[in-house]
């Protein structure tokens, strides 16, 4: 019976996250703090009905993460830049990931 509620109940979080009267587009945070670059300057986003993550830095916004960090650390090593951007994409997922379960607590 529990497996059969889960959904109904996903969809009914999103239906009704869907229909509110104040919806958040997105939903961003200031990056994590890098030993070899600081990211504090750029933002973590992810957009709450597509789930896409993306980052804003200077009032624009970037899709690629290596073209963000083309411009947020220009100095930056081959090693750095592997760094920064499991970094980057790891604050994504956990950003998504909390998006996802504020939805469903709002149930």
């Known amino acids: 019976m ?7 109940a ?10 509110g009267d104040d919806p958040l587009d997105s939903a961003c945070e200031q990056a994590d703090k890098a ?16 789930e896409e993550v993306y980052y804003t830095y200077n009032g ?3 899709t690629d ?4 960090i083309d411009d947020l650390c220009p100095d930056a ?5 592997v ?8 604050q994504g997922k956990r950003l998504l990931d909390r ?5 469903i607590r709002a149930i």
């Open 2 to 8: 529990k497996k059969f509620l889960l959904p109904i």
């Open 10 to 19: 996903l969809f009914a979080a999103f239906g009704l996250a869907a229909c």
């Open 35 to 50: 030993k070899t670059c600081d990211l504090s300057k750029a933002e973590v986003c992810s957009d709450e009905e597509t």
């Open 60 to 62: 624009k916004k970037y």
């Open 65 to 68: 993460v290596n073209k963000l």
């Open 77 to 81: 090593t081959i090693d750095d830049r």
């Open 83 to 90: 760094i920064i951007h499991k970094q980057l994409s790891a």
């Open 99 to 103: 998006i996802r379960v504020n939805a």
